[in-house]
Nanobody
Framework: VQLQASGGGLVQPGGSLGLSCAVSGLTFSTNAMGWFRQAPGKEREFVSAIGRGSGNTNYAETVQGRFAISRDNAKNTVYLQMNNLKPEDTAIYYC????????????????WGQGTPVTVSS
């Protein structure tokens, strides 16, 4: 199983960035997907999750209204659109897959990808 996150980079405060996570080696459409982040010196935290058919989504309060998660089951890819970025959004962002949607908000997953770094700075 491979989860390949991409799209990270350097962006100014107030800017936008879009992350992608391409998944292979599992039946993508039967897994809920999530995004997480870990800032230097901090624990990994939940950012957002999406159910198998995109009907269910969940966001951390810190990103609610600024971030949007989506998925394309035909492309085995999950996305995270990040708008109005703040310096405190700086972290390494990880994608993950889980059979059960509810696990993701507890920062639990069956499979984890490597991270992609996001830096928000002027």
């Amino acid at each position: 199983v491979q989860l390949q996150a991409s799209g990270g980079g350097l962006v100014q405060p107030g800017g936008s960035l879009g992350l992608s996570c391409a998944v292979s080696g599992l039946t993508f459409s039967t897994n809920a997907m999530g995004w997480f982040r870990q800032a230097p010196g901090k624990e990994r935290e939940f950012v957002s999750a999406i159910g198998r058919g995109s009907g269910n989504t969940n966001y951390a309060e810190t990103v609610q209204g600024r971030f949007a998660i989506s998925r394309d089951n035909a492309k085995n890819t999950v996305y995270l659109q990040m708008n109005n970025l703040k310096p405190e959004d700086t972290a390494i962002y990880y994608c993950a897959a889980a059979k059960f949607f509810s696990r993701l908000s507890r920062t639990e997953a069956d499979y984890w990808g490597q991270g992609t770094p996001v830096t928000v700075s002027s």
